[in-house]
T-cell receptor, first 115, second 113 residues
Framework: DAGITQSPRYKITETGRQVTLMCHQT?????MFWYRQDLGHGLRLIYY???????DKGEVPDGYVVSRSKTENFPLTLESATRSQTSVYFC??????????????FGPGTRLTVL | KNQVEQSPQSLIILEGKNCTLQ??????????LRWYKQDTGRGPVSLTI?????NTKSNGRYTATLDADTKQSSLHITASQLSDSASYIC????????????FGSGTRLQVQP
């Protein structure tokens, strides 16, 4: 299917486990982003990528690792999950070659619970 | 630090009524301001984008305004429908190379029959 997809949609894990959230987009957008959304907070940027093999930290990167070996995929890994990482995670992509419109297109989200 | 403040945090209105959501920002330099709609259990979807030179833009029953001098924006919803029940998020883009986004925490709107 065209667009941006995330998997899994729901995940329950235990403290200390490694978890990987997947994100895939079919638009060949150069930029991809990972956000977390918690009650009382706006979406907060975890990591972003401007192109394959180029990644950079966002506002809340601690405890997370990303990679981008292919343009269309941008997995997010929690190396050792903690309860504070319980959240809804959104992946987004953007074609920022246009000078004024940097709309981000969001995936459906992954609800992660860390017990 | 760049900030985006939205009010009210939540709002309940009756179907058919109008409402206005507010957004104040301190992002500088400014590039654009976008309103997103986020249905429960889904990712945000863009409703409208405002650039520095625009002060009103409509998208169906949604009308956004921007006052770049006072750094305020509003989203007016006319003749609300049950399907308007969602969170509305104000997002401001920096006018820098990366055009980083600053998100408001959203207004949760509930439209009741």
């Amino acid at each position: 299917d065209a667009g941006i997809t995330q998997s899994p949609r729901y995940k329950i894990t235990e403290t200390g486990r490694q978890v990987t959230l997947m994100c895939h987009q079919t638009w060949s957008h150069s930029y991809m982003f990972w956000y977390r959304q918690d009650l009382g907070h706006g979406l907060r940027l975890i990591y972003y990528s401007a192109a394959a093999d180029i990644t950079d930290k966002g506002e809340v990167p601690d405890g997370y690792v990303v990679s981008r070996s292919k343009t269309e995929n941008f997995p997010l890994t929690l190396e050792s999950a903690t309860r504070s990482q319980t959240s809804v995670y959104f992946c987004a992509s953007s074609d920022q070659t246009r000078t004024t419109d940097n709309e981000q297109f969001f995936g459906p989200g992954t609800r992660l619970t860390v017990l | 630090k760049n900030q985006v403040e939205q009010s009210p945090q939540s709002l309940i209105i009756l179907e058919g009524k109008n409402c206005t959501l507010q957004c104040n920002y301190t992002v500088s330099p400014f590039s654009n301001l976008r309103w997103y709609k986020q249905d429960t259990g889904r990712g945000p979807v863009s409703l409208t984008i405002m650039t520095f030179s625009e002060n009103t833009k409509s998208n169906g029953r949604y009308t956004a305004t921007l006052d770049a001098d006072t750094k305020q924006s509003s989203l007016h919803i006319t003749a609300s429908q049950l399907s308007d029940s969602a969170s509305y998020i104000c997002v401001v883009s920096e006018g820098t190379g990366r055009r980083a986004l600053t998100f408001g925490s959203g207004t949760r709107l509930q439209v009741q029959p």
